[in-house]
């Protein structure tokens, strides 16, 4: 992983003492509330429901264990013991009082991390499959590109103050692990018919209110130019933008009205750049640079590569426990080097939201990834965690340790492998609770023997529209909403993050009225229901889903309504809530 430099170190320890100096004159009443928040978003601070929150970037989803173990102290020391992985690769911490942010950014900075772009309007965090790198099915490794654009998006000048915040996302590999097509900017690396690298370039995407499909701006853009088309792509957008108007501010809403005007004023952006701005061509990625920066991702020290001789056999030594076996099946993924295997840490278990961890957990996790992960970690889209460097003689010995330390549940891509937002327990823009939801759904489904036989499946819960739980994209989506001051929860239908397992990217279709909460574990499961009666050989429940259509699904969901059974405008769907300005 990249190791910063100690100008890199520098930067970030400067910048912590900036703002412990900014936090200290608004405490003193020296600089006034609405003064301090540009300054405190800038570097990951929101005010929350009950406590401040504090986003903690990610780079890409790497982590090392001792980042981790700082983690954990700012949670054992500052916070109420945990912290959260977020979908798009961060930490949130959600109990740290104000008074001690500046001491939450001086950690940070000891262990080469801080929030700077977590939120506010402006380039966030990068993010990229959790299997980069190592995955069997990589054209080219999109990390190092990571690493060139978050050096080159950080503190950017013309980028400090866009329209809305801005997402951009990576992928190196055949299947889209990325969910490219969702985010502002999609970038998927690839090779020509001669070998050489490059970008096809697409624009647009993103859920909450409008959830729009990202459309394709450039086929191949050489790796060295793709700074200067990223450029010309954000410049038209802060040219052109809504500012006017939040809810029609993000970029999706400017391609999909322009269409190929959009499109065209890229590419003249781009030329423009290229041929008539002062030093345009210096903009461009250089050979060295892009080495300089390669270097940090090679194969780590201690990586000895096996012969391949012969399939990795867990029953070598002896008949396997029958749990390893559905722990290999399901948290154990394939390598791209001979030997090894990359794991998943299930942070998906009964009594703790989904991508929550705590600090212990969070020790623990660390020392895995020292004895069996050359110290390396991932943050997964998912919002699990992931030892990249597992060698294949190990793995029974890990599966025992993540047994005792509560990361082993054998569920991944499983019903209960659920991603959420903190929803209203937390978030302060949320309509509806997430937390409890995903606890209900979780103790209904609580049958290893039946999860694996519903197989497959994406259930993704947001607390509002704003759909930081990325309910669009979800094979079954819940999504909260405000009706009348109560909760209640719209249900949508076969939506597609862009795997292989989910086809296309497209947003779920909404199934009909919204439920209670109440209502809606028992609606989760009148849906399976119906796939297990219908589905066909070899279909998974998405298949079946768009096989069938909706209406099957809407009748059995509607045939299990208690508390929005009658009278009819009870069940009426409520108006979707407006995505406020300052969201995850």
């Not at 999909?256 to 423009?272: C, H, L, P, Q």
């Not at 391949?308 to 394939?334: C, I, K, Q, S, Y």
């Not at 659920?418 to 327990?425: E, L, N, T, V, Y």
């Not at 997430?434 to 499946?457: H, K, Q, W």
């Amino acid at each position: 992983m990249y190791q910063y430099t100690s100008f890199d170190r520098q930067f970030v320890r400067q910048r912590a003492a900036q703002f412990r100096d900014q936090l200290q004159r608004n405490l003193a009443g020296e600089l006034a509330d609405d003064d301090f928040r540009p300054l405190r978003l800038q570097n990951g601070w929101y005010i929350q429901r009950h406590a401040p929150m504090l986003r903690v970037a990610v780079p890409y989803g790497e982590l090392s264990s001792r980042q981790l173990r700082q983690l954990a102290r700012i949670a054992r020391e500052l916070d109420q013991g945990f912290g959260h992985f977020t979908t798009r690769q961060n930490m949130q911490f959600n109990w740290i009082p104000l008074p001690r942010a500046a001491d939450a950014m001086d950690l940070l900075a000891e262990a080469d991390m801080h929030g700077i772009q977590t939120s506010g309007n402006c380039i966030r965090n990068i993010t990229t499959d959790a299997f980069a790198g190592i995955a069997p099915d990589e054209v080219v490794d999109p990390r190092p590109y990571c690493e060139v654009l978050r050096q080159w998006s950080t503190l950017h000048p013309e980028f400090a103050f866009l329209p809305r915040k801005f997402k951009i996302a990576v992928s190196g590999t055949v299947e889209d692990r990325a969910a490219i097509a969702w985010h502002d900017i999609g970038l998927q690396l690839l090779k020509n018919e001669v070998g050489d690298v490059g970008f096809r370039v697409l624009v647009g995407g993103g859920m909450g209110r409008t959830p729009v499909i990202a459309t394709e701006v450039n086929a191949f853009v050489p790796w060295q130019q793709i700074l200067v088309y990223i450029e010309a792509v954000v410049r038209v957008y802060n040219r052109f933008g809504r500012r006017d108007n939040a809810y029609k501010a993000r970029i999706k809403i400017l391609v999909k009205a322009e269409g190929r005007k959009f499109i065209d004023a890229v590419n003249a952006e781009f030329d423009k750049i290229l041929n008539q701005d002062a030093g345009g061509c210096e903009h461009l990625i250089p050979v060295a640079e892009l080495e300089r920066v390669a270097r940090h991702f090679e194969l780590p020290a201690g990586v000895r590569p096996a012969a391949a001789t012969h399939a990795f056999d867990p029953h070598r030594t002896g008949p396997a426990p029958a749990a390893f076996l559905r722990w290999m099946e399901r948290n154990v993924h394939p390598h791209r080097v001979p030997g090894y295997r990359a794991v998943t840490l299930s942070l998906k278990r009964a009594g703790q939201a989904p991508g929550d961890v705590t600090a212990e957990q969070m020790d623990a996790a660390a020392t895995l990834a020292d004895r069996y992960s050359l110290g390396k970690l991932r943050v997964s889209h998912d919002q699990n965690l992931v030892l990249p460097w597992v060698r294949e003689a190990d793995l029974f010995s890990v599966w025992h340790a993540a047994r005792d330390a509560s990361f082993a549940t054998p569920n991944i891509g499983l019903l209960t492998d659920m991603i959420a937002c903190p929803g209203g327990d937390f978030c302060a823009l949320a309509n509806a609770r997430s937390i409890p939801v995903a606890a209900s759904i979780t103790e209904r489904f609580d049958d290893l023997d039946a999860l694996y036989d519903i197989g497959d499946i994406d259930l993704h819960i947001s607390g509002c529209m704003n759909s930081c739980g990325h309910h669009h994209t979800g094979h079954i989506g819940i999504l909260g909403v405000d009706k009348d001051g109560s909760e209640w929860y719209q249900v949508s239908l076969a939506g597609s993050d862009g795997s292989t397992l989910s086809g296309a990217s497209t947003p779920g279709k909404v199934i009909g009225p919204s439920f209670s909460a109440d209502e809606v574990p028992d609606v989760v499961e009148a849906l399976i229901d119906v796939y297990l009666r219908e589905r066909q050989a070899g279909e998974r429940f998405v298949d079946t889903a768009r096989r069938l259509g909706v209406p099957p699904f809407r009748a059995a969901a509607d045939a299990v309504r208690r508390d929005t059974a009658a009278p009819a405008t009870r069940a009426a769907a409520p108006a979707a809530a407006a995505e406020p300005a300052e969201i995850a």
